[in-house]
Structures are given as structure tokens and as C-alpha cells.
């Protein structure tokens, strides 16, 4: 992509009339422990990096240096964590909304490019693969995976037995055989299938026990 696609949306919104546009990205939808964050950056018109882009799509290293650069520059830009609890009680895609509109209220954007996500009625656009696709996106992807993979690392030092600083809580192979070997940890999401699992054959166990 030229510099011109990558800033499509963003030179859009200043055509229409905009001034303050905002990028926002979630990280840790698919996981079945630890929070969701929400990131949002508002950059100045003439900023632009080649390297931002869709997280998912850079190394670590990459991603911690581009961190740094994102918040040197932008404007302005927010961080939300939204609790495992608040994950449980309004579900994943609710969360990823509720931390969006959190983020939208306190930075006050005149027009918001959301990935994939309809914000109801303030000015804004939901972009599928926005994080792809618009600069500001794609630096708020990397701001809210950054946060979140830092977060699992101290879980990992924390609950050493689960390897949340290597799978980030994503479901994967080892992660469940932590999770049928030591059961469910307070960081873990109640409301995902994997972890209902064994919460029941645990009450089932307790439940075996008292007869």
C-alpha cells in the first residue's frame, strides 16, 4: 500500500469537513483468559509511518518499537482495560464497543474509524480489516496488543504453571491441559466454553463429595 490507501479513510473524513479523526482497535477478543484492550489514536494530518499496520501482522519486537513512535506523535491517544468481569457480564463484542465508546467520550474525535465495529450514532466509520487499511486503526491495534501481551507476561509470573506469557491466553493445546490440570484461575472468562467446562465437572466433583 502508498501512503495515499493507507490514509483513504482518513483524507476522506478531512474532505467531508473533519479535523480530529480517531483510530480504534481492540486486542483479545478470541482468548479465554485475561482482559480486552481497547486502543485509540488520533495522529495529525501530517503524520505518517510506513510501518504501522495490522498488529497481527508484526513481530513483537517490531510492535514494542512502533509503541513508542505511535505515542511520541500522536496527538493524542487512550488505552482501556476492560476487566475479565466486565468481559463475562457484557460479552466479548460488547466489550470491545463499550471500551471503543469509552475511549470515543473522553478523546472527544470529530469522526472515529472503528475496525469493524458500528458505534451506533456519533460520526464514524466501521471498517472491515480497518486495522489493515487505515493508519490510525492500524496504530491503535498495535498500542492495544502491546498492552495486552505486557499484562499476560506478568499473569505468566503470576500463575506460572498456565504459560500465559507464551499463548496469551489464546486457546490453544497447552493452554487447555493447564487449565483441566489446574482448573480456572480469577483471570479466567466464565463465560467461554473451554473454562464453563471444567467449572462444571468442578462443581460436579465438589457436588460427588458431599454425597
Known sequence: MNNQERLKYENE???AGYSRILGVDEAGRGPMAGPLV???VIFPEDFYDERINDSKKLTEKKREALYDLIIENALAYQIEVLSVEEVDTLNVYEASRTGM?????SLEPDFTLSDAMPLGDIPHLSIIKGDAKSLSIGAASILAKVTRDRIMKEYGKQYPEYGFEKHKGYV????????EKYGVTPIHRKS????????????????????
Open 192 to 211: 467461554f466454553a473451554p473454562v464453563q467446562k471444567v467449572l462444571n465437572e468442578q462443581l460436579s466433583f465438589d457436588f460427588e463429595e458431599k454425597d
Open 38 to 40: 481497547v486502543g485509540g
Open 13 to 15: 473524513a478531512r474532505t
Open 101 to 105: 465508546k469509552r475511549i470515543v467520550e
Open 172 to 179: 490453544t493445546k497447552a493452554h487447555k491441559e493447564a487449565l
